[in-house]
T-cell receptor, first 115, second 112 residues
Framework: NAGVTQTPKFQVLKTGQSMTLQCAQD?????MSWYRQDPGMGLRLIHY???????DQGEVPNGYNVSRSTTEDFPLRLLSAAPSQTSVYFC??????????????FGPGTRLTVL | DQQVKQNSPSLSVQEGRISILNCDYT??????FLWYKKYPAEGPTFLIS?????DKNEDGRFTVFLNKSAKHLSLHIVPSQPGDSAVYFC???????????FGSGTKLNVKP
């Protein structure tokens, strides 16, 4: 199993450009999430999905869109990039298995710089 | 306002000694807590978890303690090893397991 994969690893955008960060998992997990990591702020939830066709907002959703057309894929779209979106983005997936093992599995991250 | 807080940005310990990382939370609905370890340029990886029905969970050198009345949890690493040097995040869930709230992380440095 590849686990959670993210592309690209690095990206530089100019203000106003749009792009899509890709995320895929091969563990048949129903839950998927996007986080951003900023210095001193930890991981903040952007959007999450509880299954194909179902998405919801997290703590910091503004400026981002998501969709979940398949169980495997959960792309994150930046509609009009702003310097405040410079961050490291992590995708994660998990499955509710009952008491004990409900941890998220994370991808390697995408480092995004917006000039 | 952050619902999960790690008030120590960094911690330095000597190899072989105990490392104690602390985490506080404000939401009394949280009933499942996790610790993740993160190396530079990698995603976080799961370390250990605890349900609110327990006050302690052990896994090898790692033990997590939960004090529900104080809304406080801690991660003990004994003995600490240089390979434990990483950023440690605590996280909490209200049981739905589709939303997790993370602290800001503590950078642990274990000196040889």
């Amino acid at each position: 199993n590849a686990g959670v994969t993210q592309t690209p690893k690095f990206q530089v955008l100019k203000t106003g450009q749009s792009m899509t960060l890709q995320c895929a998992q091969d563990m048949n997990h129903e839950y998927m999430s996007w986080y951003r990591q900023d210095p001193g702020m930890g991981l903040r939830l952007i959007h999450y999905s509880v299954g194909a066709g179902i998405t919801d907002q997290g703590e910091v959703p503004n400026g981002y869109n998501v969709s979940r057309s398949t169980t495997e894929d959960f792309p994150l779209r930046l509609l009009s990039a702003a310097p405040s979106q410079t961050s490291v983005y992590f995708c994660a997936s998990n499955s509710q298995t009952g008491v004990g093992q409900n941890e998220q599995f994370f991808g390697p991250g995408t480092r995004l710089t917006v000039l | 306002d952050q619902q999960v807080k790690q008030n120590s940005p960094s911690l330095s310990v000597q190899e072989g000694r105990i490392s104690i990382l602390n985490c506080d939370y404000t939401n009394s609905m949280f009933d499942y807590f996790l610790w993740y370890k993160k190396y530079p340029a990698e995603g976080p990886t799961f370390l250990i978890s605890i349900s609110s029905i327990k006050d302690k969970n052990e896994d090898g050198r790692f033990t997590v303690f939960l004090n529900k009345s104080a809304k406080h949890l801690s991660l003990h690493i004994v003995p600490s090893q240089p390979g434990d040097s990483a950023v440690y995040f605590c996280a909490a869930s209200d049981g739905n397991f589709n939303k997790f709230y993370f602290g800001s992380g503590t950078k642990l440095n274990v000196k040889p």
